[in-house]
């Protein structure tokens, strides 16, 4: 079946959204499955940036279909905006398509995510304060509100007033803060409703019926794997799953029609917010990939932790979405180290390791145990084919391939769509 599925194989921030751009160009239907606008991705097409936090990055192809699935929790005022902006820009918007059983974030929810934030102090996880982790808790609790409720007004306003009353009892009393007023919330989100009713349908119809035609469906990641609520370094994680398996319910579709599994990875390793980060770089080396690969949230702006590339925590991911092959991410940004340096197993308490551990106790005392390469100084940016990479550049990319045991298949030498090594075929 031709299905493509890339994910973030890291922390996140891997540099999926030029990936997905990229194979969007042979693809029929790109699918988004999960998170909200807490993730970010930035495409340069002809030295014209977009940068993207709810839409599909197929948006910018004419002939594509572009799916927010079930799985995401969607603020209907972010992506208006959104729209406003590509419109603006001459992208045309009227091929997206949103699931009617989408959640919708209301500003309640951003105001108790940056309060509840402040409170724990210390304590931060890192969020974004977009209000992603109260929806989803709300959809949990099976209190939330669905985007295709918003079409009946009566019925909205309803659900609305209730959630309303309940969540200003507990901004007011247990936050001590100003709470909301409903009719108001109404009024705009029935505001939003009229603008993106055009948009709204039962995307998992044309997911599967796009699949059983045998058309090239990609499903696109946001965030990246250790911020997976189950499987990552919890409990600073997301609250979603940005995994493979993620998409078979966040998108509607059985396992079985998932193909390929892509993991964007960077050359070295990079992570936001708090949490322990084994090969992390607290020097000059990493200030220069932080400068060098322009490490800050597209979301945010927030600087990037910086390290050099951990191949334990590769292989775990790798174990745990089935990757079947690499996309290595920013390689230009090691161009110029006269040595770099892959993590390629954990010294914890006098013992080599090889898994990632799930207690964040024991991976704050893991300590990388390092294998040195000579890097290259060659600019590699304009470089098209595999073969015409230098020989140190090659050999990293070989030791990464030997220790993670995935193959690289593609491999990113810059910012934009054309600066992309394509070693096979995908699609």
Excluded at 57 to 74: A, H, M, R, T
Excluded at 117 to 138: F, L, N, Q
Excluded at 203 to 232: M, N, P, R, S
Excluded at 289 to 314: A, H, L, S
Aim: a negative charge; glycine letters at 10%.
């Amino acid at each position: 079946m031709p299905s493509v599925v890339i994910i973030g194989a890291q922390w996140g921030d891997e540099g999926k959204g030029k990936i997905i751009d990229y194979l969007a160009g042979e693809a029929d239907v790109v699918v988004r499955a999960q998170g909200g606008n807490n993730a970010g991705h930035t495409v340069i097409v002809e030295d014209k940036k977009y940068a993207f936090h709810l839409m599909p990055s197929g948006v910018l192809y004419n002939d594509k279909k572009n799916v927010i699935g079930n799985g995401v929790v969607f603020d209907p005022e972010g992506f208006l905006k959104e729209i406003d902006i590509l419109e603006a820009q001459g992208v045309d918007t009227s091929n997206v398509m949103i699931d009617e059983r989408v959640h919708v974030i209301f500003p309640y929810h951003k105001k108790i995510d940056a309060l509840e934030e402040d409170a724990r102090g210390e304590d931060k996880i890192g969020t974004t304060k977009k209000g992603i982790g109260p929806c989803y808790m709300d959809k949990i609790e099976r209190s939330g509100i669905r985007l295709g409720e918003l079409l009946d007004r009566e019925h909205f306003k309803s659900r609305l007033f209730s959630q309303v009353a309940r969540k200003n009892k507990l901004i007011e009393k247990y936050y001590e803060s100003q709470g909301f007023d409903p009719q108001e919330i109404f009024d705009t989100y029935c505001g939003y409703a009229d603008r993106l009713k055009k948009y709204i349908t039962d995307t998992t119809v044309i997911v599967h019926e796009a699949l059983v035609e045998e058309k090239k469906v990609l499903f696109e990641g946001a965030q990246g794997t250790l911020l997976d609520i189950d499987l990552g370094t919890y409990p600073y994680v997301t609250s979603s799953h940005p995994t493979s398996g993620g998409f078979c319910i966040g998108a509607g579709v059985g396992p079985n029609m998932i193909g390929e599994v892509i993991g964007a990875v960077k050359a070295y390793t990079t992570r936001v917010g708090s949490g322990p980060f084994p090969t992390e770089l607290h020097d000059e080396t990493g200030n220069l990939i932080r400068t060098k690969g322009n490490e800050f949230g597209t979301t945010t702006g927030r600087p990037r932790r910086c390290g050099w590339f951990d191949g334990v925590m590769v292989k775990y991911t790798s174990r745990i979405n089935g990757l079947t092959a690499i996309s290595l991410m920013l390689l230009d940004v090691l161009s110029g180290f006269d040595k770099i340096k892959m993590c390629v197993g954990y010294q914890y308490k006098g013992e080599i390791i090889h898994h990632f551990p799930a207690d964040l106790n024991k991976l704050a005392e893991c300590k990388p145990v390092y294998k040195e390469l000579d890097g290259w100084q060659e600019d590699i940016t304009s470089i098209e084919r595999y073969e015409d990479l230098p020989e140190n550049a090659k050999k990293y990319i070989k030791a990464i391939e030997e220790y993670t045991q995935v193959p690289v298949k593609i491999i990113s030498v810059g910012p934009k769509r054309s600066q992309t090594i394509i070693r096979e075929a995908i699609f």
